[in-house]
């Protein structure tokens, strides 16, 4: 009897299907959109920070120029030989002794106007960052003048500030970009105090200051409001307010 042998068929190839290459194409696929997704999520979540970051450097910088300028109002150096009446003479739109002023304009960001006296190498500093390095006793009025530069087609606004001397008009120097106004109220007490002191008791804009109230402004509140970097996502609105109460320290701690 003879033996059988088995017969050996070929093997077939084994491999994918076109339906399972596309099935696995678009898993890949969606896992690469959901990672890029991801990645984009994180890059624009990364510069939304670093723009409420630096929109948040430049409010504290420029309200802290303003406030390093708003409470030397009415500052003089020589309190022995002088008085703030002597030490601050008349000059339009100031009247003498008075160390505060403002223009209040219908659509337009208020301006403000704060003046002091120094002499050389006495520490004030002034809004455009400079120092009197110079002036010897009795020193010299300086007056620092705040504005907003209204923004103009991609131009974005700014906080503007000048130095006057009484001399030859300086160049005036930006301290913030961004900004797209400027309120400004006066701190004041306009009740008859039974005792002479310095508390406020009343704000208000300077088209409604009288001139008893500009020579006993106490504080100075401050509001700018700044274009918002992430104004279209979401509910985010256009613009942001950044105030502050700012003391004038001639008439602060004592008399209050």
């Known amino acids: ?25 678009a898993i890949a696929l969606f896992l690469m959109g959901g990672l890029a997704r991801i990645v984009q999520n994180m890059r624009a979540s990364y510069g939304n920070q670093q723009n409420m970051a630096q929109l948040q450097d430049v409010q504290r910088f420029a ?34 002794g008075q160390s505060l002023y403002g223009v209040v304009a219908a659509g337009a960001p208020d301006t403000l106007q704060v003046r002091y006296r120094t002499v050389a190498n006495d520490g004030v500093i002034l809004c455009d960052g400079s120092a009197n390095t110079a002036t010897a006793a009795p020193g010299k009025t300086f007056t620092n003048v ?5 923004p103009v087609g991609t131009t974005p606004g700014r906080l503007w500030c000048t130095v006057n001397n009484g001399g030859p008009a300086a160049p005036g120097v930006t301290l913030a970009e961004g900004v797209t106004n400027m309120v400004v109220w006066y701190g004041v007490k306009r009740t008859t105090p039974v005792t002479v002191d310095y508390n406020v ?6 088209n409604n200051m009288s001139a ?16 918002n970097p992430l104004f279209g996502q979401g509910t985010q609105p256009a613009t942001l307010n950044f105030e502050r109460v700012i003391p004038v320290m001639g008439r602060a701690g004592i008399h209050s």
């Open 63 to 96: 309200m802290t120029v303003l406030t390093d300028v708003v409470q030397s109002a009415g500052y003089f150096p020589t309190p022995n030989a002088q008085t703030l009446q002597t030490a601050l003479p008349a000059a339009a739109p100031f009247v003498v």
């Open 212 to 227: 008893t109230d500009w020579q006993n402004v106490t504080s100075v509140k401050v509001v700018l409001t700044f274009t």
């Open 146 to 150: 705040f504005t907003v530069v209204p």
């Open 201 to 206: 008791d009343t704000y208000l804009r300077a």
């Open 1 to 25: 009897m003879n033996a059988r042998h088995p017969t050996f068929l070929p093997q077939r190839s084994r491999g994918f299907t076109l339906v399972e290459l596309m099935v696995t194409i």
